[in-house]
C-alpha cells in the first residue's frame, strides 16, 4: 500500500500560479498529477519516472512543470499562467511499472478565478 498526501490547492486569479505537493508513503515508480472538472473524466495532468522522465497533456505544456524528490518520495506540479479552465479537483498518482498497482491521493480543489 502507498499513502498519498496533498497539499498546495486554492483559490487563484487568472494568470496566477500554484503548486501542488504530494508525499508518498514510500518508493514507487511513477508519480503523478491528474485532474477532475465538474461533469468531466479524470485526465491526465503530468506524471513522471523515478529515472525524471515526463510526460504531459497538450493543455498544459509549456505552463506545468512536475517534478520529483526521490529522497523525500514527494512530487510537485508547478502551475504558472492559470486559466480558469485549469479549475478542477487535482489527484496525486502513483503507480508501479505498467500500472499494475496504482493509488490515489485524496484530491485537492484548484479554483481559477478572478
Known amino acids: 500500500q502507498v499513502q498519498l498526501v496533498e497539499s498546495g490547492g486554492g483559490l487563484v486569479q487568472p494568470g496566477g500560479s500554484l503548486r501542488l505537493s504530494c508525499a508518498a508513503s514510500r518508493s514507487i515508480y511513477a508519480m503523478g498529477w491528474y485532474r477532475q472538472a465538474p461533469g468531466k473524466q479524470r485526465e491526465l495532468v503530468a506524471e513522471i519516472a523515478y529515472g525524471g522522465g515526463t510526460n504531459y497533456a497538450d493543455s498544459v505544456k509549456g505552463r506545468f512543470t512536475i517534478s520529483r524528490d526521490n529522497g523525500k518520495n514527494e512530487v510537485y506540479l508547478q502551475m504558472n499562467s492559470l486559466k480558469p479552465e485549469d479549475t478542477a479537483v487535482y489527484y496525486c498518482?502513483?503507480?508501479?511499472?505498467?500500472?499494475?498497482?496504482?493509488?490515489w491521493g485524496q484530491g485537492t480543489q484548484v479554483t481559477v478565478s478572478s
Open positions: 498518482n502513483a503507480a508501479t511499472p505498467y500500472r499494475a498497482d496504482e493509488w
